[in-house]
């Protein structure tokens, strides 16, 4: 099977909830033990062999652009603007990079701390299928839940909010990072695009594949070493520089 070479990061979001590091910086600026979150996940796709990232940003987004320029190592970074970052969603930031969408790629959220071994084992997983890289979903969670069948297929993805009273083992927390094929990436981008047609462009990605589950499979992928962590604010940052240091 064709390896895929190409990743989307979206970093356009305002990152509110970092206040006061992201009033001066992009969220996906913010460091972990002195490397950012963006040039840790660079830095991995990289030394991964991944020949092109496409990073759609927004918030502050110069700074990204005057950072990392347009290249890192031997991989190229493209960007993508999305200027409505104040009343859109992860869907239109994607929406915005559907091309890379349509070769297979990996999506990465910008929010994601996540190490090379971690990546290694979800490189390692066949291109015949798209994953969804997932953590057990626990009744202290939030976040996107995907929901699966007896095979891991992603029967329901869900946007959890408040705390769900019961948890089952077919529960699964999004990592923020996901594989998908062209096959898969295909169909996305046609979902994106109705969805920007009706002017609904408000809302995660997440939702936009949980309108479509049934018309092309997706199955969970559980890494069970855990080398990631999703940077929502500031209590998350210190399990991050914990887990990391």
């Avoid at 970092?18 to 991995?44: D, W």
């Avoid at 499979?217 to 240091?245: C, G, M, T």
Wanted: hydrophobic share 40%; proline share 1%; charged share 25%.
């Amino acid at each position: 099977m064709n390896k895929i070479s190409n990743a989307i990061i979206l970093a356009a979001g305002l990152g509110e909830r970092l206040k006061p590091i992201t009033e001066e910086i992009p969220k996906c600026m913010t460091e972990v033990n002195g490397i950012s979150i963006l040039e840790n996940a660079l830095k991995v796709l990289s030394n991964n062999d991944i020949k092109k990232t496409v990073i759609v940003i927004g918030y502050l987004g110069e700074k990204i652009i005057d950072a990392f320029k347009e290249q890192y190592g031997d991989m190229k970074i493209i960007y993508r603007w999305n200027n409505d970052y104040k009343t859109t969603n992860s869907m239109y930031s994607l929406w915005l990079a559907r091309d890379f969408l349509e070769e297979g790629t990996y999506l990465i959220e910008g929010d994601i701390f996540f190490s090379s071994n971690f990546f290694e084992v979800v490189q390692q997983l066949r291109v015949n299928k798209s994953y969804w890289i997932v953590d057990q979903f626990y009744s202290y969670c939030d976040g996107s839940m995907s929901i699966t069948d007896n095979e891991g297929r992603i029967v329901e993805v869900k946007i959890v909010k408040g705390k769900l009273e019961k948890c089952q083992d077919n529960f699964f927390k999004s990592s923020g990072i996901l594989k998908l094929n062209f096959e898969f990436g295909l169909k996305f981008s046609s979902w994106l695009s109705e969805e920007i047609r009706i002017d609904n462009t408000n809302v995660y990605y997440d939702l936009v594949i949980a309108k479509h589950i049934n018309d092309i499979p997706i199955y969970v992928h559980y890494v069970e070493n855990k080398e990631w962590v999703e940077i929502d604010d500031l209590y998350d940052l210190s399990r991050a520089e914990k887990k990391f240091q």
